[in-house]
């Protein structure tokens, strides 16, 4: 069945980079979203990535995408307190009305 | 524009009563979705439309109905309340399948 798992926390120090993972079952997917969900907030989107490619860059947000291991990744560089905030990976295949949302990964940030 | 959005931001209901969450976007959307949000889950679809007076069943549609007379609203039913319902509840609208979803701020229901 389709699913999309994530980790549930990460911690870093501001200034630092964060990397927040996500794998999927899909194969057929061909959008992969992040959402970042602030406290009290709806979901924002970030940033997202089409099926047939490897790498997109936007700022300080990296996504790498590996279809072979089903494995998107999330790079924050220079993390800042802002940041904080619980982050979902997600995914959308053609065709399809439903998009599929993991737990999310809440980001906590040190200064 | 004012995007998505939602009406009440917080509601408590007692069991078996009922309430209507409502959701409003005005980018001239066709798409438009409502989820729930358990605590530490991702977000479940309830139900979706692709335009006015077509809707159709998501993961999880029981206890809820919807309606979608016009472009901009799409109203979210729970006739009987249930303490299973208290979650936290987004709409959502899209330009088309598969496109960008544009999330309201949420509505949190608690029944007791």
């Known amino acids: 069945g389709e699913d999309v798992e994530q980790s549930l926390f990460l911690s870093v120090r501001e200034g630092d980079s964060s990397v927040i993972n996500c794998t999927y079952t899909?194969?057929?997917?061909?959008?992969l979203y992040w959402y970042k969900q602030e406290p009290g907030a709806g979901l924002q989107l970030l940033t997202y990535i089409f099926s047939n490619m490897d790498m997109k860059q936007d700022q300080r947000l990296t996504v790498l995408l590996n279809k072979k291991d089903k494995h998107l990744s999330l790079r924050i560089a220079d993390t800042q307190t802002g940041d904080s905030a619980i982050y979902f990976c997600?995914?959308?295949?053609?065709?399809?009305?439903?998009?599929?949302f993991g737990a999310g990964t809440r980001l906590f940030v040190k200064a | 524009n004012a995007g998505v959005t939602q009406t009440p931001k917080f509601r408590i209901l007692k069991i078996g009563q009922s309430m209507t969450l409502q959701c409003t976007q005005d980018?001239?959307?066709?798409?438009m979705y409502w989820y729930r949000q358990d605590p530490g889950m991702g977000l479940k679809l309830i139900y979706y439309?692709?335009?006015?007076?077509?809707?159709d069943k998501g993961e999880v549609p029981n206890g809820y109905n919807v309606s979608r007379s016009t472009t901009e609203d799409f109203p979210l039913r729970l006739e009987l309340a249930a303490p299973s319902q208290t979650s936290v509840y987004f709409c959502a609208s899209s330009g088309g399948q598969g496109e960008t979803q544009y999330f309201g701020p949420g509505t949190r229901l608690l029944v007791l």
């Open positions: 997600a995914e959308i295949h053609t065709g399809g009305f439903k998009t599929i």
């Open positions: 439309s692709v335009g006015a007076g077509i809707t």
């Open positions: 980018m001239n959307h066709n798409y």
């Open positions: 899909d194969s057929s997917s061909t959008y």
